[in-house]
């Protein structure tokens, strides 16, 4: 592939092991992926994505105390990266440590706005038995349609606030 190509000119090609490591994992081939993502790393030890596709793989392998580690890793070395958080919260959630796994997902929220992050955290207050909380994620995830004037109306999820969405559902 064009990515060992890469590799063979420049065996510290980070972003080369990383992409070869992506297609491996696609392929179901985890042992690669795994071999490639660690090859990442000793090139860049500071490789948020390194360190976030190797928690994917371990994650899929059913290793979750490994991949919370790594995802770990991911986010401290790259504190703004949403979908480090999203990550943490999904293997969070799996390990069914629903507050941790809400703060994850209203942190990934509050870096990039997202249906997924909304969904993610209204499931988790569910699961956690904070239905009222649910509430409000579920009214903000909800596309809401009405008719004013003959013509229907579509607000999607981001584009009304929580005190319009409270008064449609009211």
Do not use: H
């Not at 994917?56 to 986010?75: H, I, M, S």
């Not at 440590?97 to 209203?106: F, G, P, Q």
Request: charged letters at 20%; hydrophobic letters at 45%.
């Amino acid at each position: 592939t064009d990515f060992t190509q890469a590799i063979r000119i420049d065996q510290n090609y980070a972003a080369a092991y990383i992409n070869r490591a992506l297609a491996y994992r696609q392929t179901n081939r985890n042992d690669q992926a795994l071999a490639d993502f660690g090859r990442a790393l000793t090139a860049d030890p500071n490789s948020a994505d390194a360190y976030l596709g190797r928690a994917n793989v371990r994650a899929a392998q059913g290793k979750l105390p490994e991949a919370l580690a790594d995802v770990a890793e991911a986010v401290t070395r790259d504190p703004q990266n949403t979908q480090g958080y999203l990550t943490r919260a999904r293997l969070r959630d799996l390990s069914n440590d629903l507050n941790s796994a809400i703060a994850d997902y209203s942190k990934a929220f509050a870096l990039a706005p997202s249906t997924e992050a909304l969904l993610g955290r209204a499931t988790a207050y569910l699961r956690s038995g904070q239905f009222a909380l649910a509430a409000e994620d579920w009214a903000v995830r909800c596309n809401f349609v009405t008719v004013a004037q003959g013509l229907m109306q579509s607000f999607t999820a981001g584009q009304i606030p929580n005190d319009v969405a409270r008064d449609l559902i009211a």
